[in-house]
């Protein structure tokens, strides 16, 4: 972490709380370090939006030459909107609308399809048109049930063995297979999930089948560290071995081509931070209840998913370690971002600040019990800009009330 405790406690005070901070500089660092890791001279890498589509963040890494993976009508416009050319955006949606696959097909992205019927539908509208293929893996990896993308249990890709009856779809319509694509899951936990899906998907890769490629892109879900002892993977033997898989497909295939990554997680987890005061402390007989002022509509993975997110008490940071439930100010009594919890003592007023808030935290964002979500400050080689202000209720009411469809009496 880059920004200290007292620009923080700075930060709350100047913007106020709820607030997310992110780290740019980290964001680049762990954009670049992609590349120093998998040493593939034709790499792209092209960042998943949906952890983070701060509109900043995006024109940050725009400015540094990354892709974008992108999965609706919406992030193809924002991506757009924030410079990236339509020839760097992957579009990776389901269960399409006719309707968007129209406007999606109009903004020039490329599509990647990962269903029969979705494919049948594209090749009728669109013939002669460039497409990626989404192929399930069939390798289950991922941080949670509900992360896991491939094997038999999810709805993405397009099963293995149903190649051939995809690439008879493929010529009826005369469309040009230009990549392949699979994602196994969102934290991968065993690096051995990675080349085993890669090496499926290769598998199905031959020129007989594909003549036209150019990329092969195995997805994101590169896992980074939430609790404090977790071990980083070792990133750096990981890109050995996938250049060494990647580069003999390509010989086999006999033409070099574009190795791409989509993590998401990976980019921006780390670099973000979620600050909360302190409204409420009680007690139920043997819990503590720490009251802040956010909620999981602010901050889910904890509520959705199990997850553990690292909580500091910038306020006292020298305190003695005292058990917590850390609550927040939804009228749930699952909102929790901690149960029994060691965090340095709290106090009313104290600032805690929860890590890993940069991937999955906002964009999984909403307004339950009418709450705004908080604004987010961007914070690039010293200098922290407002990156999004958050809206006041009135204006939310405001936004929220459409008087065009109130009968009038
Ligand atoms: N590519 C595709 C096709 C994806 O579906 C995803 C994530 C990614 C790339 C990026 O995965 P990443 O590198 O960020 O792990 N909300 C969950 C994660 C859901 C990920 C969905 N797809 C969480 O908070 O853990």
């Known amino acids: 972490m880059t920004i200290s405790r007292n620009q923080m406690l700075e930060f709350a005070a100047q913007y ?25 001279k034709k790499l792209q890498i092209c960042y998943a939006m949906k952890a983070n589509y701060n509109f900043h963040i995006l024109k940050m890494l725009n400015s540094v030459g990354a892709a974008l993976d992108t999965v609706s009508l919406g992030d193809v416009l924002l991506a757009l909107r924030a410079g990236f050319p339509a020839n760097k955006i992957i579009y990776t949606a389901n269960n ?17 399809i990962g269903s029969i019927s979705e494919l049948e539908r594209f090749g009728k509208k669109f013939p002669g048109s460039d497409i990626c293929l989404r192929f399930n893996p069939d390798v289950k990896d991922g941080d949670s049930d509900k992360t896991m993308t491939a094997g038999d249990l999810t709805k993405f890709g397009i099963l293995m063995e149903e190649v051939d009856k995809t690439v008879e779809i493929v010529r009826n319509y005369q469309l040009r297979v230009v990549g392949l694509h699979e994602h196994t899951g969102s934290g991968i936990q065993n690096v051995d999930s990675v080349f085993q899906s ?8 031959t020129r007989e089948r594909f003549p036209d490629l150019l990329f092969l892109d195995f997805g994101g879900g590169f896992k980074v560290p939430y609790m404090p002892t977790e071990r980083r993977v070792d990133y750096i033997s990981m890109g050995a071995e996938i250049c060494k898989l990647f580069n003999a497909f390509c010989k086999e295939y006999g033409r070099e081509l574009k190795l791409v990554f989509e993590p998401g997680k990976y980019i ?4 973000g931070y979620l600050l909360t005061q302190v409204c409420c402390i009680k007690k139920n007989r043997e819990r503590i209840i720490v009251g802040c002022d ?7 993975r904890p509520v959705l998913y199990g997850a553990y997110h690292h909580i500091t008490n910038l306020s006292n940071p020298d305190g003695p370690m005292k058990v917590y439930d850390i609550c927040g100010n939804i009228c749930e009594t699952g909102d929790r971002f901690a149960e029994q919890r060691k965090v340095q003592e709290i106090h009313e007023g104290d600032i805690l600040m929860i890590a890993n808030a940069g991937a999955y935290c906002y964009s999984m964002g909403g307004v339950y019990n009418m709450r705004p979500m908080p604004a987010e400050v961007l ?17 939310l009411v405001d936004l929220i009330v459409d008087e065009s469809t109130i009968p009038q009496d």
């Open 16 to 40: 106020g709380t709820p607030l997310y901070v992110y780290d740019g500089d980290e964001i680049i660092n762990h954009y670049r370090e992609l590349y120093d890791f998998i040493g593939h």
């Open 268 to 271: 921006v987890a780390e670099a």
């Open 96 to 112: 399409i609308t006719d309707q968007e696959m129209d406007e999606v097909k109009a903004t020039g992205v490329l599509f990647n």
């Open 294 to 300: 956010s909620g999981f509509p602010q901050l889910i």
């Open 379 to 395: 914070v690039q080689e010293g200098f922290a800009e407002l990156a999004r202000k958050r809206l006041s209720p009135q204006e």
């Open 198 to 205: 890669m090496k499926n998907l290769m598998s199905l890769a």
